[in-house]
């Protein structure tokens, strides 16, 4: 069973920073995409960055929501099977739970989700 487990999430003031990370029970070269999305209560899931080509020898490649574009930033760590999302200059409008997705083939995984919450 594989498993993502996301720490980072908090309480920050607008403007200010936070980076999420997303730890992987297996290689992230096992995943053939890696995301965060993001969901505030009453509204649809969002995806806000989305990981790809995560081979050995890629460097793979990253898009973003709209929103987010400039301000955060998706990156990884082979060695520790871990995915992060920079986020800075946070607005009141990006609190919500955050959640990382990884695929395998046909099937696709979730962690529990971690909760950004920006003041203004």
């Known amino acids: 069973q594989v498993h993502l487990v996301e720490s980072g999430g908090g309480l920050v003031q607008a403007g200010g920073s936070l980076r999420l990370s997303c730890a992987a029970s297996?290689?992230?070269?096992?995943?053939?995409?890696m995301g965060w999305y993001r969901q505030v209560p009453g509204k649809q899931r969002e995806s806000v960055a989305t990981?790809?080509?995560?081979?050995?020898?890629?460097?793979?490649?990253?898009s973003y929501t709209d929103s987010v574009k400039g301000r955060f930033t998706m990156s990884r760590d082979n060695a520790k099977n871990t995915v992060y999302l920079q986020m800075n200059s946070l607005k009141p409008e990006d609190t919500a739970v955050y959640s990382c997705?990884?695929?395998?083939?046909?099937?696709?995984?979730w962690g529990q989700g971690t909760q950004v919450t920006v003041s203004s």
């Open positions: 997705n990884g695929r395998i083939g046909p099937k696709e995984y």
């Open positions: 297996e290689s992230i070269f096992s995943f053939s995409s």
């Open positions: 990981l790809t080509r995560l081979g050995p020898t890629n460097i793979g490649t990253t």
